[in-house]
């Protein structure tokens, strides 16, 4: 797809946007029913990361990386909360590429797909908290607003920017997160109340696709890591056909 995605007809795009939205979330799912074991989510992450920010070539295909930092914080909503370690792993390659990679557009969707996001919703739980407003444990202001106060985003984004490998230009962006994170930080030290990532959620499992089978294990995503990396070697042989595209 990133090989192609130039000469994808602009009144198409609409269909591969939703088919990288419905890879992340069928990904998700698969985690999800694995109980997302660590090996499965780094691996799944790996994928994704070298078919995106990470990807090698000529042709990059930018617009699949920028779509990804759109919608993967909306996709993985569905499935918080998480424990902190799977969400460490989870954003771990989205933090990683602000330090890396010289794209201002990238730099500038990630921060707003994602981390903006979960600035926003924190400053907000701690404005419901202090203000003793009710609102309900699986609302976006908890679930988000708790991941943001509780993963130490401030020490990466500065050791990240304080890095000799960060990109030069990209530092002023991650040195005024750290600075934003690290006052709602205090802020919620400060605020009297105690943070923690709630009991994850025991969520029926309907989205899982009905033609993928879940085998013991967590081989049948295994296969789907096996199929995705072929497909990157030689797009023309994917295995499920044109049926896929149509």
């Known amino acids: 797809m990133r090989r192609e995605w130039t000469g994808i007809d602009v009144l198409r795009l609409d269909k591969f946007y939703l088919l990288i939205r419905r890879f992340i979330s069928k990904g998700f799912s698969l985690l999800k029913k694995n109980s ?8 799944f992450m790996c994928v994704l990361d070298d078919g995106t920010f990470s990807a090698e070539g000529k042709l990059q295909g930018n ?32 933090i ?9 557009v990238l730099l500038a969707k990630i921060k707003s797909g994602v981390f903006d996001v979960l600035l926003k919703m924190g400053k907000r739980l701690l404005e419901v908290k202090k203000s003793g407003e009710e609102v309900d444990s699986g609302d976006d ?15 990466k984004f500065y050791e990240l920017g304080s890095s000799a ?16 994170f ?17 009991d994850v959620l025991d969520r029926d ?33 994917w295995p499920w056909g044109s049926y896929f595209w149509a």
């Open 165 to 180: 490998e960060c990109c030069q230009g990209n530092r002023k962006v991650l040195f005024g997160l750290h600075s934003e």
């Open 36 to 43: 997302w074991d660590s090996e499965l989510v780094k691996n």
């Open 141 to 155: 202001v908890v679930v988000f607003g708790t991941v943001a106060l509780v993963m130490g985003f401030s020490v």
């Open 96 to 104: 990683s590429a602000m330090g890396k990679f010289p794209d201002k």
């Open 182 to 198: 690290l006052k709602l930080e205090k802020d919620a030290a400060g605020s009297g109340f105690e943070f923690s990532v709630p």
């Open 205 to 237: 499992d309907d989205e899982v696709p009905e033609l993928v089978p879940i085998l013991n294990g967590g081989s049948e995503l295994l296969m789907l890591l096996v199929m995705v990396m072929c497909w990157r070697r030689n797009p023309l042989r």
């Open 63 to 94: 617009g699949v990386n920028y779509h990804v930092a759109t919608v993967f914080l909306e996709e993985l909503r569905h499935f918080l909360p998480l424990k902190p370690q799977v969400i460490e792993v989870l954003l771990k390659p989205f």
